[in-house]
């Protein structure tokens, strides 16, 4: 979706008559905590509520994308698991990591994956200073080669127990919210632009309209 700056912004207007008050402004204070300088990638999950579970996570904790690779077991989100954060998230598709990775790359992102094996940084030291794209993979069967060959770092989260890994689900929830929390403190220009907020506040605006298509047939941008 391209915000064209002046149609859009008028277009917007109108559709906020069919919203509360109380519905904008939790949409304006949502997008002020928005982020896209960190991103997640989750690799050929096969249990989809697991795939759902991390993109709930992204909502919760701020993160406006989210990454699938679908390379293996197809499409694995679930809409009802995920309770609805679908709609806020933004998220891509991807056919396998090679694709994702270079995608990501091109985007500014530093690779990260994550692993409790390896020289592994733990999330307390790991510094956040440059946009990172976070992958996740299976419990039992970690990231592809691909992936951990084409990282540019490793992050861990430390285990004080006799279990070695965690839930993909838990694990992206616990970095998630400890990475965000920290960015939030920091200089870093990790908020979205003022493009980027107008044109998510149309979107979610639409989204939250019932009979949308009616409303929008009878939109006349000359009024």
């Known amino acids: 979706m391209y915000f064209r700056p002046m149609e859009d912004a008028k277009l917007l207007r109108y559709l906020e008559r069919f919203i509360t008050p109380e519905r904008k402004q939790r949409f304006e204070d949502v997008l002020k905590r928005r982020t896209k300088f ?29 990454h699938v690779i679908e390379n293996r077991f ?12 679908q709609q806020w998230v933004d998220v891509h598709r991807h056919e396998d990591a090679p694709s994702c990775i270079e995608s ?6 530093r690779i ?9 940084c733990f999330l307390d030291d790991f510094e956040i200073n440059e946009k990172t794209a976070l992958f996740f993979g299976t419990e039992k069967e970690g990231l592809s080669p691909e992936v951990m060959e084409r990282a540019d770092g490793f992050l861990k989260i ?6 070695e890994s965690l839930n993909i689900s838990v694990s992206a929830a616990i970095i998630l919210e ?19 907020k107008a044109e998510k506040q149309l979107d979610w605006t639409k989204k939250s309209i019932k009979s949308i298509e009616d409303i929008l047939a009878r939109y006349d941008p000359m009024n």
């Open 158 to 163: 430390p285990m004080a127990g006799f279990t």
């Open 178 to 196: 400890r990475l965000t929390s920290r960015l939030r403190l920091t200089d870093l220009p990790w908020e979205l632009s003022t493009p980027e």
């Open 104 to 109: 990501l790359k091109k985007s500014g992102y």
């Open 112 to 120: 990260v994956a994550t692993t409790p094996h390896n020289n592994s």
């Open 38 to 66: 960190v991103t997640v990638a989750i690799e050929d999950v096969y249990q989809m509520h697991n795939t759902s579970a991390v993109v709930r996570s992204c909502e919760v904790f701020g993160v406006q994308e989210a």
């Open 74 to 85: 197809g499409k694995r989100l679930d809409k009802n698991i995920a309770m609805g954060a």
